[in-house]
């Protein structure tokens, strides 16, 4: 089979032979029809020390089991986060991280809709938006963020405001549902907000936070990192609040269903429509990173191997 990988920070990404893995207990073996792109996934072949295996959410045919394996049986269409090799014609997906595809979506649809709805449908359960208050969302164009647009409209907010780098990007992220877009650079970000929705962190933190009305919760979901201080959250009695999708995924699982199911039945009445930007050849992998490094999506990225 071929797979993507480097072999130094940064890379060159490049196609390999190599075989196709076996699976091991509580393992599938899929053949991987759509895999998606990550920010996350780009920044640890830009800085981690050492290559990793360039793994993510891949979707997909069950070929075959590992012992112990009751969900699923081979034929099955299965959509998961992969943390192995998942650049590649076969991948290893175990079968907690792994949820069926329904028939009337792709698996294209899977890749764009799961991994990046949960974050933003766990994101916004964490900053706890009441029915009526404004919500703004950092990286609105992204793969998680037009999702979180969307979930905020379905929520109830009474305001969603989306935040881009790119004034180009504002048309996409209001047919998503904002009712105004605004560029980081701007010397205000309009009214205050009651919740922010952070997919950026750094250098934003500080008029994310001035952005907040007294009272508000800032939700980080970045890799981006950051430094608050605290009297900018004593004086309006502001929150900050931490949020990792594994830490769901491993520790509440009947959490995680739950909000797969969800996003699934939003997606079957035509609520949330997830966006792919591109699709590239697996060959191509180093085309579809660089879309992801410059922003310059609008939805999802996706390969198709």
Not at 76 to 102: K, N, Q, W
Not at 145 to 173: C, T, W, Y
Not at 182 to 203: E, F, K, M, T
Not at 262 to 287: I, M, N, Q, S, T
Request: hydrophobic share 45%; with cysteine; aromatic share 6%.
């Amino acid at each position: 089979m071929r797979r993507v990988r480097y072999e130094s920070t940064g890379g060159p990404l490049f196609l390999e032979e190599a075989p196709v893995p076996e699976p091991g207990a509580g393992e599938l073996l899929v053949r991987c029809e759509a895999v998606g792109v990550t920010l996350p996934v780009v920044r640890k072949v830009t800085e981690a020390a050492e290559p990793i295996a360039l793994g993510g959410e891949i979707a997909g045919e069950v070929v075959a089991a590992g012992e112990g394996v009751t969900r699923f049986r081979p034929g099955d269409r299965v959509t998961g986060l992969c943390f192995g090799h998942g650049y590649a014609d076969f991948a290893l997906l175990h079968e907690a991280m792994a949820s069926p595809i329904p028939d009337d979506a792709t698996t294209v649809d899977a890749v764009a809709l799961v991994r990046s709805g949960l974050v933003a449908y766990g994101a916004l359960e964490a900053a706890r938006p009441a029915p009526g208050e404004a919500v703004l969302v950092t990286a609105a164009a992204s793969g998680v963020g037009h999702l979180a647009v969307q979930l905020a409209r379905v929520r109830g907010a009474g305001r969603v405001v989306g935040a881009v780098s790119d004034p180009a990007k504002a048309e996409f992220v209001r047919t998503r549902g904002a009712d105004d877009c605004i560029q980081y650079s701007d010397d205000s970000w309009g009214d205050p907000v009651d919740c922010i929705l952070d997919a950026v962190g750094g250098d934003l933190l500080a008029p994310a936070l001035a952005a907040l009305a007294p009272h508000g919760r800032l939700v980080a979901y970045s890799s981006g990192g950051g430094t608050i201080q605290a009297y900018d959250l004593l004086v309006g009695a502001k929150s900050v609040i931490g949020f990792q999708m594994a830490l769901i995924a491993r520790g509440r699982p009947e959490l995680y269903e739950q909000w797969r199911q969800e996003l699934w039945r939003l997606f079957a009445e035509g609520a949330l429509k997830p966006a792919v930007h591109a699709e590239f050849a697996l060959a191509d992998a180093a085309k579809a990173h660089e879309v992801i490094e410059t922003r310059a999506n609008l939805g999802k990225v996706v390969l198709r191997p």
